[in-house]
T-cell receptor, first 112, second 114 residues
Framework: DAKTTQPPSMDCAEGRAANLPCNHS???????VYWYRQIHSQGPQYIIH???NNETNEMASLIITEDRKSSTLILPHATLRDTAVYYC?????????????FGTGTRLQVTL | NAGVTQTPKFQVLKTGQSMTLQCAQD?????MSWYRQDPGMGLRLIHY???????DQGEVPNGYNVSRSTTEDFPLRLLSAAPSQTSVYFC?????????????FGPGTRLTVT
C-alpha cells in the first residue's frame, strides 16, 4: 500500500470549512483513497473514499488531484462534534481482504 | 442492527493470565479483523478472517490467537498476557465484494496488563 503523509494537527473554527490534506505521491493506479476518523476513544468511523473523481456524501467531500498524488478531505461546516483524528489511507480494494494501514493521522480541533 | 459489539469494555489482567476478547457482528459480514491501538499511535492489524474457518496473521500477531467458527463471531485470545499487550483493541467487519468499501468498527476493549 502506498504511504500517506498528513499534518499532525489542525485547528478550525466552528461553522467554517475544514480542509484536511493528504499526500500519497506513490499511489498506484488501482489504489483507492479512504478517509476514516476516530472521535476520542471510539472505534474509527468510515467517512468517504475515492479513486480518481471527486466524491461527496452527507459527511464530507473528497477532492483528488488530477495526478492522484494528493487529496483533500473537506468538512464543509465543521462543528464541535467533528473534533477527532482523521486518517487518510491508500490501498487496493480487493473485496474480501481489506487490511487497513493506519498512520498517526491529523488531529482536528474545532473551536468556538 | 447492533453492528459490531465487543466485550468486555474494560479488563485488567495480571502478567501470565489468559483471556478472550469477544467480537460479534450481526450484519452477515464475511471479513472480520482485530486491531490494537497504543497511546498516540494508529491502529495496527493483529489478525483477520475472510470467512468462517479462515484466518490469517496481520502486522502484529505474536501472543494472540484467533478462530472463526461462525460468520458472526471472531474472538481474540491472549495466551499469556504481558504488559506490552496493554492497549485498546478494536474489532472490525466488512462485507465482501468489490463494490463494498466501508469497514465497521466496534467500540473497543481497553486492556491493562499489570
Amino acid at each position: 500500500d502506498a504511504k500517506t503523509t498528513q499534518p499532525p494537527s489542525m485547528d478550525c473554527a466552528e461553522g467554517r470549512a475544514a480542509n484536511l490534506p493528504c499526500n500519497h505521491s506513490t499511489i498506484s493506479g488501482n489504489e483507492y483513497v479512504y478517509w476514516y476518523r476516530q472521535i476520542h476513544s471510539q472505534g474509527p468511523q468510515y467517512i468517504i473514499h475515492g479513486l480518481k473523481n471527486n466524491e461527496t456524501n452527507e459527511m464530507a467531500s473528497l477532492i483528488i488531484t488530477e495526478d492522484r498524488k494528493s487529496s483533500t478531505l473537506i468538512l464543509p461546516h465543521a462543528t464541535l462534534r467533528d473534533t477527532a483524528v482523521y486518517y487518510c489511507i491508500v490501498r487496493v480494494n480487493t473485496g474480501t481482504a481489506s487490511k487497513l494501514t493506519f498512520g498517526t493521522g491529523t488531529r482536528l480541533q474545532v473551536t468556538l | 442492527n447492533a453492528g459490531v459489539t465487543q466485550t468486555p469494555k474494560f479488563q485488567v489482567l495480571k502478567t501470565g493470565q489468559s483471556m478472550t476478547l469477544q467480537c460479534a457482528q450481526d450484519m452477515n459480514h464475511e471479513y472480520m479483523s482485530w486491531y490494537r491501538q497504543d497511546p498516540g499511535m494508529g491502529l495496527r492489524l493483529i489478525h483477520y478472517s475472510v470467512g468462517a474457518g479462515i484466518t490469517d496473521q496481520g502486522e502484529v500477531p505474536n501472543g494472540y490467537n484467533v478462530s472463526r467458527s461462525t460468520t458472526e463471531d471472531f474472538p481474540l485470545r491472549l495466551l499469556s498476557a504481558a504488559p506490552s499487550q496493554t492497549s485498546v483493541y478494536f474489532c472490525a467487519s466488512k462485507n465482501s465484494g468489490l463494490a463494498t468499501y466501508e469497514q465497521y468498527f466496534g467500540p473497543g476493549t481497553r486492556l491493562t496488563v499489570t
